[in-house]
């Protein structure tokens, strides 16, 4: 079921600066937490009482007094999603399950990249946690309902082999897509990152059959950098667009 007003917050978190979306219902305050991947206490303040940093970016209220005037219940998180198992993506997993007794969500393509977040972690420099292992596997063209949010999932394989971009159904306006590392505004996904099953033609092809059919108006958020659209993307991004023809690079933009 599409939801009427979602409450949108990203954070760009981590060395890598990622994007961690924060996704609530309005009507109900059920909320979940896509791409938890570092800078967790920042992510558990904000949600928990809107202190810290805060997010980046927000299309919903910045106090609890503003939330109180808008009539929007306390916020529930009901489930951790992820689009894939980089450690950028899911170092901190651990440290949210701590906080939120919730499902950790993530396509089972993904677990042995999972179980590598830490060795990932230190070729950068600094410390994740134990890896955490999913509670619930994520499938390919399933509605994912948790809580009153509902998600389309898009298995588009290519920069892991698990990963998934995240639809959510908006009613009256275009429908929220979390895209993690697939595609990025006029770019892709990298495709020869070690120990990830990154494969440009794989890639392309999920991209052109999972996200090209969907509305040109549908936005999307990237793992990293700015906001996009379907129809932007597909008639320009020169890697897998309209203008691309067969195109001429083999590894995308960002890790």
């Known amino acids: 079921m599409a939801v009427k007003e979602p409450w949108v917050e990203y954070f760009?978190?981590?060395i890598l600066q990622m994007r961690c979306s924060v996704v609530t219902d309005v009507a109900t305050g059920d909320t979940v937490i896509i791409d938890g991947g570092a800078e967790p206490e920042r992510?558990?303040?904000?949600?928990h009482s809107f202190s810290g940093q805060g997010p980046d970016w927000t299309n919903g209220?910045?106090?609890?007094?503003?939330?109180?005037?808008?009539?929007?219940?306390?916020?529930?998180?009901?489930?951790?999603?992820?689009?894939?198992?980089?450690?950028?993506?899911?170092?901190?997993?651990?440290?949210?399950?701590?906080?939120?007794?919730?499902?950790?969500?993530?396509h089972p393509d993904d677990t042995y990249l999972q179980t590598l977040a830490q060795?990932?972690?230190?070729?950068?420099?600094?410390?994740?946690?134990?890896p955490a292992v999913a509670d619930v596997s994520l499938q390919?063209?399933?509605?994912?309902?948790?809580?009153?949010?509902?998600?389309?999932?898009?298995?588009?394989?290519?920069?892991?082999?698990?990963?998934c971009?995240?639809?959510?159904?908006?009613?009256?306006?275009?429908?929220?897509?979390?895209?993690?590392?697939?595609?990025?505004?006029?770019?892709?996904?990298?495709?020869?990152?070690p120990d990830t099953?990154?494969?440009?033609?794989?890639?392309?092809?999920?991209?052109?059959?999972?996200?090209?059919?969907?509305?040109p108006e549908t936005i999307v958020y990237p793992g990293h950098g700015p906001l996009t659209t379907i129809g932007h993307e597909k008639e320009t991004n020169p890697f897998v667009g309209d203008q691309a023809g067969s195109g001429v690079y083999t590894i995308g933009k960002y890790s």
């Open 12 to 14: 760009f978190v981590g």
């Open 43 to 47: 992510i558990i303040d904000w949600v």
């Open 61 to 106: 209220p910045r106090s609890a007094e503003e939330m109180q005037k808008a009539s929007i219940p306390n916020r529930t998180v009901v489930a951790l999603l992820n689009t894939h198992a980089h450690f950028d993506h899911s170092g901190h997993i651990p440290d949210l399950k701590k906080a939120y007794d919730v499902d950790w969500y993530l």
């Open 119 to 130: 060795s990932s972690a230190l070729r950068y420099g600094f410390e994740v946690p134990e």
């Open 140 to 163: 390919a063209g399933e509605k994912l309902t948790v809580g009153s949010l509902e998600f389309d999932v898009h298995h588009t394989p290519g920069h892991t082999l698990g990963g």
């Open 165 to 193: 971009c995240l639809r959510l159904m908006v009613e009256g306006g275009p429908d929220h897509l979390f895209v993690g590392d697939t595609l990025f505004a006029g770019s892709v996904g990298r495709t020869d990152l």
């Open 197 to 215: 099953g990154g494969d440009f033609t794989v890639l392309a092809h999920s991209i052109h059959t999972e996200l090209w059919p969907l509305a």
